[in-house]
Structures are given as structure tokens and as C-alpha cells.
């Protein structure tokens, strides 16, 4: 039986090496030789420990778990083109994407060993790959805005086509094919659109199994909370026929899928002292203040609505600058275990690790408005539907779910002068994309204060770690979606 072992959207799992090693372990007592081991991309950054080591932490791991193929994420340009050319004629695993070109628009990392497409042999079988990335990687990174994103369904076709006329024309036959995917939602039109066994997704940080048409799709999630094992049903002979005729997965039973939590697995010792001596020459342990009260930084929270870490990150922007509104981008805010007892530099950058500054942004009251509305991304194309964008200082929003609208409004206590003009400090990204918060654009900038992580660092040294909730954001008539609320 053909297996393969699925992990993505691993990000910070790197800042906490043994956690790191047990996925790692988990990983390996899943494989075997039935299985090949496959990404699908933001296994490099964000991360502390990503951002020490320019990515380069996850070659520890690729080599650790014997990881055969990879895609490109929207966060593995993060520290530029040129670095990651130089991971991936580093790396162990190879590289499969048919959809982003270089600063000359042809295929990224051709040189470096990115394919658009592979075959792999696995347990006498013949698997076929296609890799692709969401298509806004180039808004959502501004390190990728050089270069190309061509449209996922279009440019996997053309690679699946190419692949099944090369695989014919050598005599050979295709048992199964799967689509490595950084789309998100995208992968249901890839599944409605092409003729693949199944879709290894990632983007979308909530886990996934189930099916479209004929197609299995699935997700493990954020941070190595589950690896995903695919099974492809059937058997295959030592002569490799396992379908009739060479046609792909003849006769054979749909794929399935479990997803596996590391937790109980016995971490790789190995890699976690590779991965605890690179943080340890990162030299970040300073401990910037105390907290007594975990405050939680779970996906559930950062995108619940109001929530402490939200309100600390909303106040230091706002201090740093001392402008009349703070705001801070959910999706910004990077998953991890909860702050208790000493907070260290390192906390604060696992939180946003990236390395751009806060902008101050200069807007009329009507705009404002319009940027308290996309707190709740009615017309955001990624993440779940109760998902909540924003946190905001000194300003309190009050939204109904139903009606799609800002009931309220306001700043200091006082209701927003549409005419009137307010300075917002928000993490420079917002300003570049318009991927969440359109309104906002480069136009409206007119200062700048240090980068984001070192913000927080200062704040916290003068002004401690004690974020409260305060009804700055209130969300009425939340409707019952997928079982939760919105």
C-alpha cells in the first residue's frame, strides 16, 4: 500500500527545539518503505529561530525526516529570492512549483532544481507531483513583489499535461497523482478543475480532511500540531503494475486519510541539540518583564475578536508613535504557547518575526471607518469565516455580525469625525498589501518607528506585560458557522 506523510505550515515550530524533534519523530515512525514524506510549504519561516538562520533551520529537518518534496509558501520568500535559491540547492528535498517565475519570468529556481513536476517510486508504485502557490504571494510578501504568480489551476494543468504526455511517451504508467498545494481555499477549484487522486494543502492554518467530487483534500494545520497520513488503497506488484493498462489508480479504492498529533512520539535527539544550538547562538534569553497571568496566543484567540496579546501588540504600535489609534493585524500575530513566568526577547519576536517597522499612516475619519470594517474581512479571501482581522488602542468597535456594519465607532472615547484626519500606527506590511486592510495604502504614510519585534521589546521594558480586555471590540449577532460561532 502506498503511504504518504504530510506536513506544512510548520513556521515556529524551530523556537521550541523539542517540540520540533517529537513532530520529527512522529514523522519518522510514520514512514517506512511504503511511504515518501512531502511538504507543502511555509516549513522555513516565520519564526525566531527562522529569522536567525534565513531559513535555513528547516534543512535540519528535511535531512531529519528524510522529507523528498516541498512547495513554495508565501512565507518562504521571506528573507528574499536569493536566500531561498540558495536553501533549495541546499536542501535535501527538492522543490515542486509550476506557478512562480523569476524577476525574468521564467520558472524560479530552475537552476537551483525546482521542477514543476516529479515522479516518485514508492512501494512499486508510481506516484506523480505538481507543486503550487497561492497566486497573491506577491502582495502578501513584499519580498516576492519581483516576482510571478500564474494562475494555480491554469499552470498545474499544463503541468500535469506535460507530465502524463513524458511519463507515456517513456513506456510507463502514472498509479496515482497529487497536487502539493500552498493555496488555501484554492485547492477546492484545483479539485473541481483537475483529474488528481488528491490535494496535500496547506496556507489555511485549520486542519483538513474530506473530499471534492472524486478528490481527497487535506490539511495538517499550524505549527506540527498533526501530520497527515495519506493512504492509497490497493496493492501494487514487485513488477510495479498496480493499474490496469497503466491508467492512474485503476480499480483502486479512493485515497484516505488520518491525521496524527505528535504528542506520545519519541523526539529526535539529533535534531533537537542542532535546532537548541543555533537558538542558543541567537543569544536572545534577555528577559524583557514578568507575567503572572498566561496570556494566550492561540489562532482561536489572536482571531476570536478582542484579546490581551492583540491589545499589548495595538498599544506598544500606537506608544511607539504616539499616534491616536493602534492597530494590529491578526494575521500578523504568529501562534505559540502562551506567555507565563519570564517573557524573553525571543517571545516577542516568536510573536512577529519579521522584520519590517511600524508606520505611522495618516487617514480622514471616513477612511478609519472603512478600516474598522475589514476587521471583520467580509471580503478577505483567506482564513475561516469567523475569523476576526484586527485589535485595536485607544479606539472601541462595536460590529454586527448580521448586518455587516460598524455600529459604533470610536477614538478617545469620542465618535469619528468623518472630515477630521487620524495618525494610525500599524505594521508597515498593511500599507504594501491589500490583502487585508485595503484601505490603508503607502499613500497615507508619514513616519516610521523601529522594526515591530524591537516595539514590543521597548515597550515591554518601560511599560511592563499586562494587556486587559476592555470591550474595545464588540461583535453582536454572531452567527453559528461550521458549529462555532462567528
Known amino acids: 500500500m502506498v503511504r504518504l506523510v504530510h506536513y506544512s505550515d510548520i513556521e515556529n515550530v524551530f523556537d521550541a527545539p523539542e517540540r520540533a524533534a517529537r513532530l520529527a519523530g512522529r514523522i519518522r515512525e510514520l514512514s517506512g518503505p511504503d511511504a515518501a514524506v512531502v511538504a507543502t510549504g511555509d516549513t522555513t519561516a516565520p519564526g525566531v529561530l527562522s529569522l536567525v538562520a534565513t531559513g535555513r533551520q528547516v534543512l535540519d529537518f528535511y535531512a531529519a525526516t528524510d522529507t523528498r518534496l516541498d512547495t513554495f509558501g508565501n512565507h518562504e520568500f521571506d528573507y528574499g529570492p536569493d536566500a531561498l535559491r540558495g536553501l533549495v540547492g541546499d536542501a535535501t528535498a527538492t522543490f515542486v512549483s509550476a506557478n512562480v517565475r523569476d524577476e525574468n519570468g521564467d520558472p524560479f529556481g530552475r537552476d537551483e532544481g525546482v521542477v514543476p513536476w516529479t515522479t516518485r517510486r514508492i512501494d512499486g508504485a508510481t506516484v506523480g507531483f505538481v507543486g503550487v502557490t497561492d497566486p497573491a504571494t506577491d502582495s502578501l510578501n513584499p519580498m516576492a513583489a519581483d516576482l510571478t504568480f500564474d494562475d494555480p489551476v491554469a499552470a498545474a494543468r499544463d503541468a500535469l499535461a506535460e507530465m502524463r504526455d513524458e511519463v507515456a511517451e517513456n513506456g510507463d504508467g502514472l498509479d496515482h497523482v497529487v497536487v502539493l498545494s500552498h493555496l488555501g481555499a484554492g485547492d477546492d477549484d484545483l479539485a473541481r478543475e483537475l483529474d488528481v487522486d488528491a490535494i496535500l494543502g496547506g496556507h489555511v492554518h485549520s486542519p483538513r480532511n474530506e473530499r471534492v467530487g472524486d478528490t481527497l483534500l487535506v490539511r495538517p494545520g499550524v505549527n506540527g500540531e498533526a501530520v497527515v497520513e495519506v493512504e492509497f488503497g490497493g496493492s501494487v506488484a514487485a513488477d510495479g503494475a498496480g493499474a490496469v493498462d497503466g491508467a492512474e489508480g485503476a480499480d483502486d479504492p479512493a485515497p484516505t486519510a488520518t491525521l496524527h498529533e505528535p504528542d506520545g512520539a519519541e523526539p529526535l535527539a539529533a535534531l533537537q541539540a542542532a535546532l537548541e544550538e543555533r537558538m542558543a547562538a541567537a543569544d536572545l534569553d534577555e528577559v524583557v518583564d514578568r507575567v503572572d497571568e498566561p496570556i494566550e496566543r492561540t489562532g482561536e484567540i489572536v482571531h476570536g475578536g478582542e484579546c490581551r496579546v492583540g491589545n499589548f501588540v495595538a498599544d506598544a504600535f500606537r506608544w511607539a508613535l504616539d499616534a491616536d489609534v ?16 519570564d517573557v524573553t526577547k525571543a517571545d516577542l519576536i516568536s510573536l512577529i518575526p519579521f522584520e519590517e517597522p511600524v508606520a505611522l499612516a495618516s487617514v480622514t475619519g471616513a477612511e478609519l471607518r472603512d478600516v474598522f470594517r475589514e476587521m471583520a474581512a467580509p471580503d478577505v479571501d483567506f482564513g475561516e469565516d469567523d ?7 485607544n479606539a472601541r468597535v462595536v460590529w454586527d455580525a448580521d448586518a455587516e456594519l460598524v455600529l459604533e465607532a470610536t477614538v478617545g472615547g469620542e465618535p469619528i469625525d468623518p472630515e477630521a484626519r487620524y495618525t494610525v500606527a500599524v505594521s508597515e506590511y498593511l500599507l504594501h498589501s491589500d490583502h487585508e486592510f485595503p484601505t490603508l495604502a503607502q499613500r497615507h504614510r508619514i513616519d516610521e518607528a523601529d522594526i515591530q519585534y524591537e516595539v514590543l521589546a521597548d515597550y515591554a521594558r518601560e511599560r511592563g506585560i499586562d494587556p486587559r480586555i476592555e470591550g474595545r471590540i464588540e461583535i453582536r449577532n454572531r452567527r453559528e458557522v461550521a458549529g462555532e460561532s462567528r
Open 326 to 341: 493602534g492597530l494590529s493585524n491578526a494575521g500578523g500575530l504568529r501562534q505559540g504557547d502562551p506567555w507565563h513566568g
Open 387 to 393: 475569523w476576526w482581522h484586527g485589535h485595536v488602542s
